[in-house]
Nanobody
């Protein structure tokens, strides 16, 4: 079994920063990619950022220049550094990873940005 556990969410004022972590554990042969999504109640889950094992990254236009996705392959952990946070970044953030060619999701972590 593979598990993804997110941490690092919380409440912050606009302009502040948070770093989310996603620890992957279990029977891991290879992590092919890791992504961060976010979801606001009543709306579809939105892809925020992604990173491949080779290190290629991609970002939603709404977070480019503010968010940075990274990973520590030795620790099987991914990160989302979020700077210059805005109230519209408020959402539940989910980690997603392709592990052993299977898609796994974390439980989500709440990020709240107040104005």
């Amino acid at each position: 079994q593979v598990q993804l556990v997110e941490s690092g969410g919380g409440s912050v004022q606009a302009g502040g920063s948070l770093r989310l972590s996603c620890a992957v554990s279990g029977s891991i042969n290879r992590i092919y990619a890791m992504k961060w999504y976010r979801q606001i109640p009543g709306k579809q889950r939105e892809l925020v950022a992604s990173i491949t094992r080779g290190g290629s990254t991609d970002y939603a236009d709404s977070v480019k220049g503010r968010f940075t996705i990274s990973e520590d392959n030795a620790k099987n952990t991914g990160y989302l550094q979020m700077n210059s946070l805005k109230p519209e970044d408020t959402a539940v953030y989910y980690c997603n990873a392709v592990v052993n060619l299977i898609n796994f999701w974390g439980q989500g972590t709440q990020v709240t940005v107040s104005s």
